[in-house]
Nanobody
Framework: QVQLVESGGGLVQTGGSLRLSCAAS????????MGWYRQAPGSQREFVAG????????KYADSVKGRFTISRDDAKNTIYLEMSSLKPEDTAVYYC?????????????WGQGTQVTVSA
């Protein structure tokens, strides 16, 4: 099992910045990928940013490219999401995600989520 704990959400004005953190614990050696998803009210959960824990290659959703940056601190088993130039449409619950590919396919772990609200 892998446990993920997010922090750093809050209320910010349009154009502002926030940094989300996700601390991982447990069987983290099994993880292939880590990243962030978000879910706005009435919408499906969507990918925001993430990447391979081995290669370091990262990907971003088109809607956040150039504004969000994912990074990690291996010593702390923590990943971060630096969000800048925030827009009201970025308002959502942000979830940390990690996964690996086991014999039965992909296995996902999720954090509890942290609310990000961007006021107009």
């Amino acid at each position: 099992q892998v446990q993920l704990v997010e922090s750093g959400g809050g209320l910010v004005q349009t154009g502002g910045s926030l940094r989300l953190s996700c601390a991982a614990s447990g069987k983290i050696f099994s993880i292939n990928h880590m990243g962030w998803y978000r879910q706005a009210p009435g919408s499906q959960r969507e990918f925001v940013a993430g990447g391979s824990t081995s290669s370091g290659v990262t990907k971003y959703a088109d809607s956040v490219k150039g504004r969000f940056t994912i990074s990690r601190d291996d010593a702390k088993n923590t990943i971060y999401l630096e969000m800048s130039s925030l827009k009201p449409e970025d308002t959502a619950v942000y979830y940390c995600n990690s996964y690996f590919f086991g014999p039965r396919g992909r296995v996902d772990y999720w954090g509890q989520g942290t609310q990000v609200t961007v006021s107009a």
